[in-house]
Every structure is written in structure tokens, then in C-alpha cells.
């Protein structure tokens, strides 16, 4: 039943979020179903029709649209709650949040407090300069600024990583950029249990920074352990991700999977006690808030460890056919308080193996069980991998593009010794913070996982094995999970039934392909991408692509994601020219040298480089019908460009405001 309503509950959740309803409305008809419900669950004996189960149906998914709804909305009080424009004000905000700085900006996550001394709720992103004399925010921090709060733009080139989508499936549709001066931190601010959380992390990460480690080793500690990945090298990261094992970077169901079983074998003995059994899962139930707590309650620790405390109720019963309705009773009453984790990867990638795993590990069992207890083990490891692997398998291929094909091996080389790994780092950790750490302690460690990261570096160089660049769009991901369902259907009961649906499954995965790849085929296009101090012409013919730019060594990170999304097969990068004639639409791109056309009658003039030029008189002479310019200019000129185009009634349009732009080649 509980699976039953945490679907309902999940298709609310994602109508409330693409369909632009009030929850004032949809709390009214929330409150009008529930003597309907009330009354068809007294008289549902006395009814052949099923009332009762159908109206349960409909006031879940109303559950679901109103509690996104609700979050949304609530996001917002103030006097700026339903503006889109920009809003300059006195801002007093309290840090929630410290992400991972870059070489140049912080960003911090923050609740508004007031806006101009107005009683105000939000949240807002914040980012400041990051110098030698910059002082690092913390959570709990109070500023009161001055600024402007700014939409949050969508990407600017095509296929990009859309920040604007992802911080707004956060509540975030704002931020601020502040300079130094701009801002001033208020002292003895209020303090919350994240702020004391993460504090208390802070004090752990200084203590173990001064303890014998190598560099990388007590990077790979900090991620391990505490979620902290700050501090992982480009390296170690590229080299975890292509072994398959990135997931041991962030403390998520995996660590506190194992955790839970590491309380449940140390805490066995309270069991001999009168109510023991209810006072260990108590006492491991503590432990795993305890450990989330020293972590610094991040939102996936968090989830993690609420999504266990389930289990551990479920282990607590001993009734192994409940676990499925454990782990959705536990997603239910996630999503009931931060429906929003429902968009989140972590969320989906978390229960899409917990779930995996309950459901395919005792099939696998049951399909080879050897009496060798190494190799029994070994099996044992590596069914858990392959049904993790299995249930994320689509969701990863979606997001990430790419399949480590070694992805057992690693698993089985590392996650037997995670437990001892994980145990002896909150030993250590323990030990450090009162400054107790015996030397030989800590060089033991530091060789274990030192150990663990040459392992995953010599997985992850077998480059052989990792398929990249995979195209895989959300309709792929879809049929995926229904051909893998069906497929260990098949294999495990091959029923006629189970046969067919394995064959319709596969048919219809192999028909999207080839409709998708027939739909590249016929794809003729010219993009004008933004790319600062750059420019660049995107020219895709089918699966072909031409990519002209002034500087032919420029690869930004996004044309590899464009390539994938538009299936393109070939690419080629040729210097940009000055003229180019398509389907009858004629392009000038005028570059830092000037030249003016040799022709008149041009239907696109694209400006490139800062070319010092009087806008007004070319104008005249070519007569173009719309007006570019892209990235690679100073914007004082843009500025200056964009009001003469205005005095001559001409479209103007900058790929720095708007980004990218694509021609219309299509004849008039």
C-alpha cells in the first residue's frame, strides 16, 4: 500500500512543479476531499466500487500538488514575491549554506530576513570575490548588504548545464554578487543546529588537517568519512568517476548502509537484555543521527540517514517482505517535507539502488549460491554491485553520459574493506579531536587509503573499458528501467507474459533509437554560440558538425554535451570567415579588422572582436536584417551597438544578454 501512495504522491509532486497551480486553491479542494474520504472508508463494505481506494488515489496526488506548491510559494514572502525584475535593496541574509568556491567566487545558499527593514522570507544565492583578504563565510553568518537581487539566467549555449532550472528546483530564483564593500557580517549572530553542525565539521577537518596525512589521502578521508569533497583533486576525482566508484566520495546510502550494519553487529548484545531488541534500535537509530550530525547534516547525509532509520525499524521487525514498503514509506515521508529532493540526482540515484538491491541481490542469490566461502563472498559483493549498478544504471547513463564497464572490479576490490575503512575513520576522527591520535594510528590509515586510491587509479586507467559519450535522453531512461524489469522478470519466471514484454521493451528502445537517429539525420542548423573572448559558429548538418571559430584549439566543455545531445558522429573545427552564404541567407561576420563587405543585401551581420567601426554607416551600406554580436566583445561597445541599431529600427540582439542564437535558414 505504502508503494501504492508514494507513487500517487510522486506524480502530485511533479504536476504541482510543471503546472502553475495556487495553493491557496489546492488546499481548499485538499480540506473538500477529506469528508469524502472519511465517509466512503465507514460505508466501503457496503459498495462493490471501489470509492474508497480511488479517492485515496486523487487526495494523494492533491497531497503531492500541494505540498510542492506550498514549498514554491513559500519560498517567497515579501514585497518582491511575484516581481521577475531585478530588485536593488538593503538585504539582511543568514548563510544556510557554503558551497564549493571556485579559484575566483564563493557561493553561499542563504535565508533572507528582511528587505529594506520589510519583513521578508527567501532564498537567495550569494556570490562574492574570492581573494588573499577575503574572509570565508560559515553557516549561521548574518550580513546586512547592499545589492541588487538578479533573475538567475538561463545558459547561454546550447545543451549547457542549466543552473537557472536547477537552483529553481531548489527554490532558489534569485541572486546576489557583492563585492567587499558591499557587505559587512553582523556579530554574535543566532545559531541553528545546521550552523552548530557545521562548525563542529569545520573543528574535525582543522584537527585532522594537522595529523600526518598525504594531501590526497586526507582529501579522500574528508570525502569519505565527513562528505567533505572540497578539497579532491581533478585527478582523484577523473580517476574514481572512471572506476565506477565515485560514489565512495560522497557519504550517501552506501556509508550509511554500512554503518547501520556495523551498529546492528556492535549493539547485538543489547538483545540479551529485557526489551533489548527495541533499546538497540533505538540506540542505533541515535548513532545514525549522531553520525549525520558530525558529518554536518547536508542535505544528502540527511536523506541518507532518514531513509535508513527506515530500514533499521524494518530489520528491527524481521519481516524481510516488508522492505519495500519500508523504503517507500521512508520516500514518502521524505517527500511530504522536502518534496523538492525529488528532482535531486542523489535522491534518485540513492533509492533507485537501495531498491535495486532488496529486489535483485536475493534473485542473484538464488541463481548461484557456490559452497567455496571465497567465492561465496566474492558473489556476494558482486551481486550487491551488480543490482546497485543495474537500478542507477539508466538514471547514470541519463545525467552522465557514460558507462565504466570495470565497474565490479573496483567494486569488488574496495567495497569489502569499506567497512573497516569507514569504522577505523570515525575511530580516527574520535581520536583526533582529542588530540589523542597515536602516530602509528594514523600512519596506518593514511597507507589504507593511500592503497584504495592507487587501486581505483589503475581501474580507472583502463580507459578501454569506459564508454563515453553516450546519448541517452529521458524517454531512453524510461524504457531502460522497463527493460530491465522485464528482462529479470523473464529470466526469473519465463512466462509467456514475462516474453513479451521483454520483446516489446526491447522494440521499443530500438524504435526510439533509430526514430531519433532518422531526426539528426535530417537536422540542418547554424548557431551562434556565446563564448567569452571567443567566437564560435556552430554549423551541424545531420549527424556532422563544423565548428568554425577564430581560435581552432578552443574546446569548451559544452560542445562535448551538445555532440551527445544532437548525436552528432563527426566534428570538424575550421578558422572563422568573414562571408557565409546558406539556404539562400547571407552571414557577414565582421571581426577586429573591420572590413566592410564587399556586397549589399546582407541578411545577418554578426559582430565579433570589438571591431572599431561606426556602427550607423555600415548599417546604411549593407542594410542587414538583424544585428548579432557575440561573446568576444567589450560591452561598452555592445552597449553602444544595441542603441544605434535602436536609432535605425534594427533587431539587435547579444549573446552575452540572450545567449546563443540560432539562424533562420529557411527561405522568406
Not at 179 to 192: L, R
Not at 422 to 430: C, S
Not at 495 to 516: A, H, P, R, Y
Not at 550 to 561: R, V
Request: hydrophobic fraction near 45%; aromatic fraction near 12%; proline fraction near 4%.
Amino acid at each position: 500500500m505504502s508503494i501504492k501512495l508514494t507513487l500517487c504522491l510522486i506524480i502530485g509532486i511533479v504536476l504541482g512543479l510543471y503546472w502553475n497551480f495556487s495553493s491557496y486553491w489546492v488546499l481548499i479542494l485538499l480540506l473538500s476531499l477529506l469528508p469524502f474520504l472519511y465517509f466512503s472508508f465507514k460505508k466501503q463494505k457496503r459498495r462493490t466500487f471501489p470509492f474508497f481506494e480511488c479517492l485515496t488515489v486523487v487526495t494523494v496526488i492533491v497531497l503531492g500538488i500541494f505540498t510542492v506548491t506550498f514549498s514554491m510559494s513559500s519560498t517567497w514572502e515579501g514585497r518582491f514575491e511575484n516581481t521577475k525584475e531585478d530588485v536593488i535593496g538593503l538585504w539582511e541574509l543568514k548563510i544556510q549554506e557554503v558551497l564549493k568556491p571556485n579559484s575566483y567566487s564563493q557561493r553561499c545558499i542563504t535565508h533572507l530576513h528582511s528587505l529594506d527593514g520589510s519583513k521578508s522570507r527567501g532564498k537567495l544565492l550569494l556570490t562574492l570575490p574570492l581573494d588573499s583578504t577575503s574572509k570565508l563565510l560559515s553557516v549561521d553568518d548574518e550580513l546586512v548588504l547592499w545589492g541588487k537581487a538578479e533573475t538567475i539566467r538561463p545558459p547561454l549555449n546550447p545543451n549547457s548545464f542549466d543552473y537557472k532550472d536547477y537552483l529553481a528546483k531548489q527554490g532558489i530564483r534569485y541572486q546576489i554578487r557583492a563585492q567587499p564593500d558591499q557587505f559587512k557580517i553582523q556579530e554574535n549572530p543566532s545559531s541553528t543546529l545546521y550552523g552548530i553542525a557545521s562548525r563542529f565539521r569545520n573543528q574535525i577537518l582543522s584537527n585532522l588537517k594537522q595529523e600526518e596525512f598525504g594531501k590526497e589521502e586526507l582529501s579522500v578521508i574528508q570525502a569519505l568519512v565527513l562528505g567533505q569533497r572540497d578539497d579532491i583533486s581533478e585527478d582523484t576525482y577523473k580517476s574514481y568517476r572512471d572506476a565506477g566508484a565515485v560514489h565512495i566520495l560522497a557519504v550517501s546510502g552506501l556509508h550509511v548502509g554500512i554503518l547501520l550494519l556495523l551498529f546492528q553487529f556492535f549493539l547485538s548484545p543489547l538483545e540479551r537484555l529485557p526489551k533489548g531488541k527495541t533499546l538497540k534500535l533505538i540506540m542505533v537509530v541515535l548513532f545514525l543521527w549522531m553520525y549525520a550530525f558530525i558529518a554536518g547534516l547536508s542535505p544528502s547525509i540527511v536523506r541518507a540517514v532518514t531513509m535508513f532509520s527506515f530500514v533499521a525499524y524494518a530489520m528491527h521487525l524481521n519481516r524481510p517482505t516488508n522492505a519495500f514498503n519500508i523504503l517507500a514509506l521512508s520516500m514518502f515521508f521524505i517527500l511530504l517535507i522536502k518534496p523538492l529532493f525529488l528532482f535531486q540526482v542523489g535522491f534518485q540515484m540513492s533509492y533507485a539502488a537501495v531498491f535495486a538491491i532488496v529486489w535483485l541481490y536475493p534473485k542473484l542469490q538464488r541463481f548461484w549460491y557456490p559452497e567455496n566461502i571465497i567465492l561465496q563472498k566474492s558473489w556476494q559483493l558482486m551481486s550487491v554491485s551488480i543490482a546497485a549498478q543495474l537500478g542507477v544504471l539508466p538514471i547514470s547513463l541519463y545525467y552522465f553520459h557514460q558507462f565504466p564497464a570495470l565497474f565490479f572490479v573496483s567494486n569488488l576490490l574496495v567495497v569489502p574493506f569499506l567497512g573497516l575503512l569507514l569504522g577505523m575513520g570515525i575511530f580516527v576522527i574520535v581520536l583526533s579531536f582529542i588530540h589523542a591520535l597515536p602516530h602509528q594510528v594514523a600512519e596506518v590509515y593514511n597507507f589504507l587509503i593511500g592503497t584504495m586510491n592507487t587501486i581505483v587509479a589503475w581501474v580507472g586507467k583502463q580507459e578501454g573499458f569506459v564508454i563515453r559519450d553516450i546519448p541517452f535522453d529521458q524517454i531512453q531512461m524510461v524504457l531502460g528501467y522497463v527493460l530491465i524489469i522485464a528482462l529479470v522478470r523473464t529470466l526469473s519466471k519465463p512466462k509467456v507474459k514475462n516474453v513479451w514484454l521483454l520483446g516489446i521493451s526491447i522494440l521499443m528502445m530500438q524504435l526510439w533509437v533509430i526514430w531519433n537517429q532518422q531526426q539528426s539525420n535530417t537536422v540542418q542548423s547554424l548557431i551562434l554560440a556565446n563564448q567569452t573572448k571567443q567566437s564560435l559558429l556552430l554549423y551541424q548538418n545531420g549527424n556532422n558538425l563544423n565548428i568554425h571559430a577564430n581560435d581552432t584549439l578552443l574546446n569548451p566543455s559544452w560542445i562535448d554535451n551538445f555532440k551527445i545531445a544532437k548525436r552528432i558522429s563527426s566534428s570538424k573545427v575550421h578558422s572563422l570567415k568573414n562571408s557565409y552564404h546558406l539556404s539562400q541567407k547571407r552571414i557577414f561576420v565582421m571581426d577586429s579588422f573591420g572590413n566592410y563587405p564587399l556586397k549589399s543585401g546582407v541578411d545577418y551581420l554578426v559582430l565579433t572582436q570589438s571591431p572599431k567601426v561606426h556602427l550607423g554607416r555600415l548599417l546604411d551600406s549593407v542594410g542587414p536584417k538583424l544585428v548579432l554580436a557575440d561573446g568576444s566583445n567589450y560591452k561598452s561597445y555592445v552597449r553602444q551597438w544595441k542603441t544605434t541599431c535602436a536609432q535605425k529600427e534594427i533587431p539587435f540582439q547579444s549573446t552575452s544578454e540572450k545567449g546563443f542564437y540560432v539562424f533562420n535558414l529557411e527561405e522568406d
